[in-house]
């Protein structure tokens, strides 16, 4: 293996931080959380596409006919996620939306369990249980807050499901094919998906202020290209295990800037809620499966 230019735990630093960033970014935005989403997965598309067809075209040729019409419905529970969870930050609080939809390692693992007879061992089932346990303190303290914020941690939690069979589908196909031959198109069809929804609810494409289109491109650049590419970036020169654990500094590291630059303080219950969410999630991920994106 070459050795990297730049230090990797550097970019897996800067990687988490960049995803930490799209509940912010989103939170900014004035437009429907469909509209965001949209636009968030056309630029990340428009950006990727060039680049795939030139530097990953080889990596295309060799994806098969069943493959190629397998991505769709991988994009179609990616558009899924995020309708519900963009619709989640804009309900209830970031520290329980970024929690809350993180709870998808332990939804990955079920699904292995019960679609590819995966074993779910004692330390998983703990994660798990815990994991569940602290989402319901997240949910019972939201209510107490009102039914828009409940609402909104239902809707994380579809956001979790769904990003977790995006998972699941994707583990087959992306142990073949290149990382940019794999979620360019995934992330193309997804786009055509958001659209198709976006017009059945009469929502309008443009026009919007330039600050609107400024938000939507840094959803794009930052947490999708910056945070996610990187993380995959880092798989090469760190562990797997590392790299997905890593992740769970998302929600702290969301919440961190709400709290600096939209004053947003979560309740006791809902902090220790995430702390208990967040351990049982750790503990699903360490003993569990990899989760390749």
Request: positive net charge; contains cysteine; aromatic residues 12%.
């Amino acid at each position: 293996m070459s050795k990297p230019t730049v230090n990797p735990y550097v970019i897996l630093l800067v990687a988490v931080t960049s995803v930490s960033s799209a509940s912010i970014f989103i939170r900014l935005c004035t437009s429907s959380p469909l509209i965001i989403a949209f636009y968030r997965l056309a630029f990340a598309t428009l950006i990727l596409g060039p680049i795939t067809l030139f530097g990953s075209w080889r990596d295309l040729k060799r994806l098969s006919r069943k493959e190629f019409m397998y991505m769709p419905v991988i994009g179609f529970c990616l558009a899924l996620h995020f309708a519900f969870w963009i619709t989640s930050v804009k309900l209830t609080s970031i520290a329980s939306s970024t929690v809350i939809v993180s709870l998808h390692p332990v939804f990955v693992a079920l699904g292995a369990h019960m679609l590819l007879k995966e074993k779910i061992n004692k330390f998983m089932f703990s994660g798990i249980i815990t994991a569940l346990f602290g989402c319901f303190l997240i949910a019972y303290g939201d209510y107490e807050l009102g039914r828009e914020n409940l609402l909104g941690d239902l809707y994380a939690l579809v956001g979790a499901i769904t990003v977790a069979l995006y998972f699941l589908g994707g583990r087959h196909i992306r142990r073949k094919s290149g990382l940019l031959a794999y979620a360019t198109p995934v992330y193309a069809s997804c786009t055509i998906f958001l659209a198709i929804t976006c017009l059945a609810s009469n929502l309008k494409f443009y026009p919007y202020s330039i600050r609107e289109y400024v938000l939507f491109l840094a959803l794009a650049l930052i947490p999708m290209i910056m945070g996610h590419t990187l993380l995959n970036w880092a798989l090469k020169y760190l562990p797997a295990a590392q790299v997905s654990t890593s992740v769970l500094g998302e929600p702290i590291g969301a919440t961190i800037l709400a709290v600096i630059i939209l004053k947003e303080i979560p309740t006791l219950l809902t902090i220790l809620g995430c702390i208990i969410t967040l351990s049982g999630v750790y503990l699903t991920l360490k003993f569990g499966p990899i989760i390749e994106s």
